[in-house]
């Protein structure tokens, strides 16, 4: 199988893709995230061979958000490296809406036991594609931001990008 990646530039920052024919395995601010899956590919005997035209969707649909603009991202998202509960996770924050925010307690609810926020919470973190499955938009019971994985100042960019308002 072959693995392509990209280097998107965002007004974040970098944004680092990897993807294959069963869809985007990686999106991610962080150098060190994207080296370390490079590395885990690389033991694996696969090439990574960058490719900006295969990703040419995605990098207008994240163009048209960073200018503000409501996106439904398109692209096939790579889940299998998670467990069921994280992709039942992910699949419900794909449902929060542009410019909202739902609390780790909500999303746990949604996905069947209120006494699993801790968890869902575990399960935003290992997200490996923040903006598509937006984990930003979940926050804590009381306001608070939580954690997110490019870092509680772009978490705080995006949803002011979204313009959601910030306790």
């Not at 974040?12 to 869809?23: D, N, P």
């Not at 919470?121 to 979940?138: M, S």
Request: aromatic share 10%.
């Amino acid at each position: 199988m072959k693995i392509y990646y990209t280097i998107i530039k965002s007004p974040l920052g970098q944004i680092f893709v990897i993807g294959s024919e069963r869809g985007l395995n990686l999106l991610t601010f962080s150098k060190e995230e994207w080296r370390k899956y490079s590395e885990k590919l690389k033991i694996k005997n696969e090439k990574l061979i960058k490719n900006e035209r295969l990703f040419s969707n995605l990098i207008k649909e994240l163009k048209d958000y960073f200018s503000g603009k409501k996106v439904d991202f398109k692209d096939k998202l790579d889940f299998s490296s998670g467990t069921e509960f994280q992709r039942r996770v992910w699949k419900e924050m794909r449902e929060i809406p542009y410019g909202e925010t739902r609390s780790y307690m909500w999303l746990a609810e949604k996905v069947g036991n209120s006494k699993k926020a801790r968890a869902v919470g575990n399960a935003c973190g290992a997200n490996r594609f923040p903006i598509i499955v937006p984990c930003h938009r979940v926050i804590k019971e009381d306001g608070g931001l939580g954690g997110f994985s490019g870092g509680i100042e772009t978490k705080k960019k995006l949803l002011k990008l979204e313009k959601v308002e910030l306790r």
